[in-house]
């Protein structure tokens, strides 16, 4: 039996998987027929195991997907809707990420967008990369208050967002947007640029972007730190997935 006094230091070095597995092994007579090595084992894949998952676990909830559930194993290839198979496998692999490249995914309201772009986001997570889902909306907002204060915050949060492996930015210029917010995109784009990847979910193709983004060269500039280096991505049908499938929000 491991006593008491083991287990603490255990404890106090966080080793707390270890300890219940170490009381796990105490409580089944099986283990006791086991030499050290082969019961030391067991513990560390045990406790190697936990801390995985629970590594996974903060990943997905830091990342404020609107669901959990969208997986790339259930993206449903119809004929109509054109999803390179190839392409999303290659994905799927997270060369992306490591590549530091973006995904622009283009469609109609309700065809998947942000399914497609949750999936992604998540087998990021499951590779252990750090993911960020935001709406762009909230995301201007966020910055527009950070730099009106006076305590700098401005450059907190953008420093925030650039520390994030894969940025998913859904409602992309949806609408048309300010001088200012042009410019706010633009210093986050920047801040980005070959250093982590960003997930674009548009209704718009980027030539469609221009007029959004209101000044010409604010927009170029935006543009070519964007579609260089980006995989694009456009989901077709002949109906929408919730017409298809009589789902609430995106789905594929």
């Not at 392409?87 to 990420?97: D, H, R, S």
């Not at 490591?98 to 065809?111: D, K, T, V």
């Not at 210029?173 to 633009?186: H, I």
């Not at 030539?207 to 964007?226: E, F, S, V």
């Amino acid at each position: 039996m491991t006593s008491d006094e083991t287990k603490r230091k255990l404890r106090e070095m966080r080793l707390n998987a270890m300890v219940e597995i170490l009381e796990v092994q105490e409580q089944q007579p099986e283990y006791q027929q086991m030499d050290f090595e082969d019961k030391f084992e067991l513990i560390v894949d045990g406790a190697y195991a936990r801390q995985q998952s629970n590594k996974l676990s903060r990943l997905l909830h830091s990342a404020d997907f609107p669901s959990i559930e969208p997986a790339l194993a259930e993206i449903d290839y119809l004929p109509d809707r054109k999803l390179d198979r190839k392409l999303i496998q290659k994905l799927a692999t997270g060369n992306y990420i490591r590549e530091h490249h973006n995904i622009i995914l283009m469609g109609a309201s309700g065809n998947g967008k942000t399914w497609l772009a949750n999936a992604l986001g998540i087998e990021a997570c499951r590779q252990f990369y750090k993911v960020k889902y935001v709406r762009l909306p909230e995301l201007l907002d966020d910055l527009a208050v950070a730099k009106h204060e006076a305590n700098g915050n401005f450059h907190k949060i953008l420093a925030r967002y650039k520390k994030v492996d894969v940025l998913i930015i859904d409602e992309w210029l949806l609408t048309e947007l300010s001088l200012e917010q042009s410019t706010y995109v633009l210093e986050l784009v920047e801040s980005r640029l070959h250093q982590s990847s960003t997930i674009y979910c548009s209704q718009f193709a980027p030539d469609g972007w221009h007029n959004k983004l209101g000044n010409p060269q604010i927009a170029d500039a935006i543009l070519d730190r964007i579609i260089h280096d980006a995989y694009p991505i456009l989901i077709q049908g002949d109906k929408s997935m919730r017409e298809r499938y009589g789902l609430r929000g995106d789905s594929v």
